[in-house]
């Protein structure tokens, strides 16, 4: 919208453009588009910051389910968050290498999307599409509600306590920052993530090794559980350690693998060799996600760790460890745990806008969400991403737990549409290798479709099993909201696209042999005789000498009859026709008159000229009728009819 | 605005319409635009709403300053309410006679603004008119106010009595619903006010003379003051009774005097003899106006009355007098007061859109303000006084002791202009009389003008002391704005006239000789080809068939490409120009292509024709860039440029 800083008449679009310049910075040239390659350290801490955050409330949401059972009287129930992380942990590895194969098999880039729509067909596509989308705005509503409640935790017990009575403002506080920082567009991005990221790896994972080297150094150092503050998750009521209870838990820890996927989409960015880089990052992703996270659920279980409403879990555990003089060293692991998450929010804003342009380009989207906007970046996947996600911080309260359960529906369908495709393309690579194999036999044995194959299969029906158990125990708790979400976006995907192609047939030129010649009928519609309107007259009758016809509306008789003797002189031979109004309005009347000469003369087209005289200052404005805008508002959309502003400009 | 319900595209005005037309109801044919005439009584009842409502709150106002004097310790504070109140009925008969002279010397409506502009001159017309707009925005701010404390009064002591914390939302309320009562058109306005404004009459007598008998039957029914809840004047502190502070009551009190010249505005609206039977009817007001406001402040004083927070001083005395079996006469006494309190705000509707137009006839206010709405009302000028009234009342928090301040400097300052400017018509009449002499004697015995001229001498001069009193003594409580606000309204009608006429003589035929041909260039700016792109190709040859150059702007080379080859069958001979975008922006590259033909062809008309096409259902907008629409915001101002949009409408 550089086209914004108009002249005269659009100060207020100026004024807006210069807001827009401020806060988002000049254009950037086309020509910048480049590619910036990583090493696979600094792509680790760019496409790992998503999966590794979610080890700051993975363990805390598992232990929010078993809290049911606590309450409950169960004594043994929050030690199930061992068994339970194991269990996560395995989930992880298949799902690990399952992307390693995707990454190979797709070295430009293997989103879901992309690899379900080629695999399985374009419905498939569209459903992990739609999946994605509310993944990546739910990314953002998680990590900046974890990241906030990681600030205020650490603010227990001090005179900033209050703060979390306040953590909404802070959320769309920073979804407010992070959007204004990507729709300047992040190039700076592998500097500004290494940092923090290894930030974060490191003071967590010395959280994990002091820890437990003081647990068995002296195992008399765990505090005393304070109940008063327990929390449960949202929807639990008091009830025993069942089996349901248990997949219940299982199903919120998963949100653990979030982001898991991030690396296959990105192949590309990797320096040469690019999928052997990206297959050896993820496996490194992986190892530090399953250390991470098990390492959190043991510290959890052996420091008697019971979730609670005004601290995170990881806040107590750092606060537990780190006593005394190195009682410094807890700050860091918020601070870290803060900006990583915040971090986590921010890979998002890449991805959504990105796969938004996608759709769009396949017109599944508005095609607005395809365009780059100044800045080089797709602008208009940026602010939607930001309305939808701080919508969603804002409904659920800014709590992580009460969003969760919506969270996992769109990852794991994702993985199992994504894991599935995987499938359907090593099958169709067997069964090509199989016609090859008789014409060269090496053929075959260079690909092992079918250990491949199975991988991908494994990986697609425990990641489809961990979605059932998903929505079956967390149904109730939000996860019906993505589950009707995901159809009807699928729907909408699919009307857009209807009318696009409809409208694209309807514009094609088939058919049509070349220019024809156009019959006018002009009409100019006065309220007197001045500069402006003879300056209309004249371009009226430029177009069609003899088919020009002055319309005045009668308001006033007096008025009409001065106006008919002053068209003796001004008229020159063009036809003047008054028009009644009972009602005093302008419109009525000369729409009614535009149709009589419509229905009169069907296939002519009616220009009608409005004069308009423009005032030297904005302000001016007020002191006129805006009747032009009105009329031009209304016959702007009637069939057959061109409306022409002939401009008058006032000098002062 | 009845062309608003539109074809196709207008959706959105329509609903509006929709909304305004349930609100409003249907437009009024401006044939039944005639004359109501009004028998003395109805007319009494209208007339005098504004001006005995105002006895409602008028006593209160002198016992809120004489406060001040009592809390500093002063026994006798509160009885000078009586004098100060004699003065106020004095000054009242010398403004009601010098009215009534005015009603018989303009018998077709004698407003302080016709008459000051008459006599005076234009400036101080301004002036007076400045000063009504002010008074009447005031007049419904501060009836609607009192009028919500009447009722909130009457909840003291019941469980309803925290309404009192609400009131700015009922004044906001009242003033709503007046305003669409307005905007409706009061037709039936006779018919509405007799009712109420003579049981407001009948009860405030009932309650003068039934609390006059009581008290000197037994004098011991006095209750005794309880001063926990005593409010004083804003801005006055505790200090002795001197004369500043009898003079501040005296000049607060003068709200007795707010709208006495209203039948004076009217006189057209009586019956024959309109003059006669205005000035029988103002007598008639002015003694029942003497009478109610007097007896108010003689029971105030009688029965101890001292002013408090939660409940008016009306409300006070009426709860006093009506005791035992007779208590619910206090009730209707307070909805009476209520209701005639609304009825005044409602006298404001008329007055304040009349004046409006008038200065908007004469080129001083914007001249939407002398349209005739849909309903025969003029609607923008309700509109706008129900946003500073309401404005006010919020900004004042709905109190009306804090409102008095601003009153009466609009009011006195028109009293003084108008009776100034009646002192000149006077002596003008005189001296024609004294010419006429010579050739008639009896002319000059039938015009007592002399008389008159002492008589509006006596009321200009009087007006003006108090007018200077009341500035004076309520300068920092509030008058100041008024006394700011005056002049800079002045201001800004002498700035908004001097557009009007410098726009006059710039659209101005004079000087011009007929119509003069026109040299086109026509640009055709598209976006590829299709339908659309066609349609306007067409009507941009047939306007100029060697001018036309379509302009396309680069975004993608291998669509330019792509372009350039289908140009050949499609363009017809019509030139292609191609321009470049390093921005990705199609607005300036355009805007700059637009400025190098005018810099190139100064005296040619370019006219920009702009294909679009139109969706057939309102959300498909959503679906498609809104280029169009930016190119004209941005094109529609520039000199020389007359742009042109062709719809292309699809089917579905």
């Not at 919208?1 to 310049?21: D, E, N």
């Not at 254009?27 to 910051?49: D, G, M, Q, V, Y």
């Not at 409208?503 to 156009?518: D, F, M």
Request: charged content about 15%.
């Amino acid at each position: 919208m550089a086209f914004f800083s108009a002249h005269r008449g659009g100060w207020r679009i100026q004024t807006m453009a210069s807001l827009k310049r401020l806060l988002v910075g000049s254009p950037i040239r086309t020509a910048r588009l480049a590619h910036e390659r990583l090493t696979k350290k600094t792509a680790l801490a760019i496409f790992a910051s998503d999966a590794l955050s979610s080890t700051a409330y993975a363990t805390e949401q598992i232990l929010l389910v078993l809290a049911a059972a606590y309450v409950a009287g169960s004594a043994v129930s929050f030690s199930r968050v061992v068994p339970i992380s194991i269990a996560i942990s395995l989930l992880l590895i298949i799902v690990a290498i399952s992307y390693r194969q995707t990454i190979y098999a797709y070295p430009s880039g293997g989103g879901a999307f992309i690899v379900a729509k080629e695999n399985l067909g374009t419905l498939p596509g569209l459903v992990a599409g739609a999946s994605l989308l509310v993944d990546y705005i739910l990314t953002v509503s998680v990590s900046i509600a974890a990241g906030v409640e990681a600030i205020t935790s650490a603010m227990v017990g001090t005179r900033f306590a209050e703060l979390h009575n306040h953590r909404i403002w802070l959320c769309l506080f920073f979804i407010a920052f992070i959007t204004v920082a990507n729709l300047r567009g992040v190039r700076e991005a592998g500097a500004m993530f290494a940092a923090p990221s290894y930030a974060f790896i490191f003071s967590f994972m010395a959280l994990i090794v002091y820890g437990l080297v003081r647990y068995y150094l002296n195992p008399g150092i765990v505090p005393v559980p304070n109940d008063v503050d327990l929390k449960v998750a949202e929807g639990y009521h008091a009830q025993p350690l069942n089996l349901f209870l248990l997949l219940g838990a299982f199903a919120n820890g998963c949100a653990a693998l979030t982001g898991i996927e991030a690396i296959s989409n990105g192949v590309q960015a990797f320096k040469q060799p690019e999928s052997k880089n990206a297959a050896t990052t993820l496996s490194w992703m992986a190892i530090l996600l399953i250390v991470m996270f098990m390492g959190a659920s043991i510290l959890g279980y052996l420091f008697h760790i019971h979730p609670m409403e005004h601290e995170t879990v990881t806040s107590q555990i750092a606060r537990a460890v780190f006593t005394g003089p190195m009682h410094w060293f807890y700050y860091i692991v918020q601070a870290t745990t803060a900006l990583i998450l915040i971090l986590a929010a921010n890979t998002s804003y890449a991805g959504f806008p990105r796969l938004a342009s996608l759709l769009a380009r396949d017109r599944f989207l508005p095609r607005q969400l395809s365009n780059l906007g100044d800045r080089l970046v797709f602008s208009n996947g940026v602010i939607l991403l930001a309305v939808f996600s701080g919508f969603l911080v804002w409904a659920f309260g800014g709590d992580t737990s009460r969003l969760i359960p919506l969270y996992a529906v769109g990852v794991f369908l994702s993985f199992t549409l994504s894991q599935a495709g995987m499938v359907v393309h090593w099958w169709r690579e067997g069964k090509t290798a199989q016609t090859d194999t008789a014409e060269s036999a090496p053929a075959r044995a260079r690909s092992p479709w079918r250990r491949y194959l199975v991988v991908n299969g494994i990986g697609a029906v425990a990641t489809f099993v961990v979605l059932m158990i998903f929505i079956v125990t967390k149904f109730v708790h939000g996860a019906w909201i993505v589950v009707l979400l995901i159809p009807l976006l699928v729907q909408m995907f699919l009307r857009i696209h209807r009318h696009y192609v409809d409208v694209a047939q309807q514009l094609s030129t088939e058919g049509l042999v070349g220019l024809r010649p156009i019959h006018h009928e002009v009409i100019v519609p006065i309220s007197g005789i001045h500069r402006g309107v003879i300056a209309a007259l004249e371009y009226a009758k430029s177009i069609a000498p003899h088919h020009v016809t002055a319309v005045y509306v009668n308001l006033d008789d007096l008025a009409t009859q001065k106006l008919r003797e002053k068209w003796q002189q001004w008229g020159s031979g063009v036809n003047l026709v008054v028009v009644a109004s009972p009602y005093r309005s302008l419109g009525r009347p000369l729409f009614n008159y535009v149709d009589r000469v419509r229905r009169s003369s069907p296939n002519v087209i009616i220009t009608i000229v409005l004069p308009e005289f423009v005032p030297a200052k904005w302000w001016q404005n007020l002191l006129h009728n805006q009747n032009t805008l009105f009329l031009k508002a209304t016959l702007l959309f009637k069939k057959g009819v061109v409306v022409t502003n002939v401009p008058y400009h006032l000098e002062h």
